[in-house]
């Protein structure tokens, strides 16, 4: 076998199969050339995605920020206008309790005027009974003097 007959050999056997893969490295590369027209697209939108995400998140964090303002503000409000209540609560404390302890004198003052003259009531009622005993123990004295009296007089007037 000569040099020109072994390379008409492996023309034969090689070419034909160089030729199917030049085919299907044709056929590849359509097929990559699809993909990645596909990917281009995929990434244009993802990166239309993320920007209508960061579009997104932006506006989210500006409301966010806005009702966070407004929250702390509402809470400011609140607690000012909880503490001029408090304040109130306070003064009106103050004031009820001064008024209960003016009650509370001006009360007690008058149940110990009322002890006293209840006092003086008792004294009182004690010496009227003791008077009312003497007057009954002089009655009775009397009744026994004009009784004996009488009896002296019919007594002297039979004589």
Not at 145 to 154: A, G, N
């Amino acid at each position: 076998m000569d040099k020109e007959g072994i390379v008409t050999a492996i023309k034969k056997l090689i070419l034909p199969e160089l030729e199917a893969i030049k085919g299907n490295q044709a056929k590849m590369d359509v097929r990559l050339d699809a993909i990645e027209k596909r990917i281009s697209d995929m990434n244009g939108h993802i990166v239309d995605q993320s920007r209508r995400i960061d579009e997104l998140r932006a506006e989210l964090t500006a409301k966010i920020d806005e009702t966070n303002k407004r929250i702390d503000e509402l809470r400011t409000d609140l607690t000012a206008r909880i503490d001029e209540t408090n304040k109130r609560i306070d003064e009106l404390r103050n004031e009820l309790t001064a008024r209960i302890d003016d009650v509370r004198t001006d009360l007690t003052a008058r149940i110990d005027e009322t002890n006293k003259r209840v006092d003086q009531l008792t004294f009182q009622v004690g010496k009227v009974a003791q008077e009312m005993e003497r007057i009954k123990r002089e009655q009775v004295v009397t009744v026994d003097i004009i009784t004996r009296l009488r009896s002296l007089e019919t007594k002297t007037a039979h004589l």
